[in-house]
């Protein structure tokens, strides 16, 4: 009876996730989160992206966990001329896995996959112009992507329907990193 109970339990959290897919958010330990991210890749519906798709590179990202479970995190995102440098604090939203901040527009970030070690999925939202846009961004903690992560990645993007044409494998850039903050 106990056991029924307890994966009746697991049943429900489950219906809670956002699609099957998303697993990875339910188990997810925040700690295994924090630290130094590159950026290795991207799908996006931004258009302004997209029309510079072949000027992105690899951004760098690193992690906080603070006290309060809030979101400390930096960013390096080289951009054509010049290297910025953002910092954002994320709340949890209630949503498990799901963060947003307010800083600079409204915005929402979600572990989505993760293996706690090498690699995490992202989906994230940001309102800009009163329109929503999405992105999925892979995580990586080398700047080297395993053709086995680059097929998963797709496989994720297809799955929240970005086409082949949104997604961005990031070439290495060594002008912009977070190490100089
Ligand atoms: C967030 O991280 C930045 C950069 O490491 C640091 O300067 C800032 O004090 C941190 N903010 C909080 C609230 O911890």
């Not at 080297?144 to 992560?149: I, L």
């Not at 797709?154 to 290495?172: C, E, W, Y």
Request: glycine share 8%.
């Amino acid at each position: 009876m106990r056991t029924m109970g307890l994966s009746l339990g697991l049943v429900l959290l489950c219906l809670l996730c956002t699609g099957a897919e998303d697993l990875g958010a339910v188990e997810l330990d925040m700690s295994k989160i924090a630290g130094k991210w590159y950026i290795t890749a991207m799908a996006t519906d931004s258009e302004s992206y997209l029309q510079k798709k072949d000027q992105l590179k690899m951004a760098m990202t690193s992690i906080e966990v603070l006290g309060d479970g809030d979101l400390n995190v930096s960013f390096a995102i080289p951009t054509p001329g010049q290297c910025m440098r953002l910092v954002s604090i994320y709340k949890p939203t209630g949503v498990l896995g799901q963060y947003y901040s307010s800083d600079r527009g409204y915005k929402t970030a979600q572990v989505v996959d993760t293996d706690g070690k090498t690699y995490a999925v992202v989906f994230a939202t940001r309102v800009k112009d009163g329109k929503t846009l999405h992105a999925l961004r892979l995580y990586s903690k080398t700047r080297e992507v395993s053709p086995r992560m680059a097929v998963l990645f797709r496989k994720l993007a297809r799955q929240r329907s970005f086409t082949n044409d949104m997604i961005v494998m990031l070439p290495t850039q060594d002008e912009c990193s977070l190490d100089e903050v």
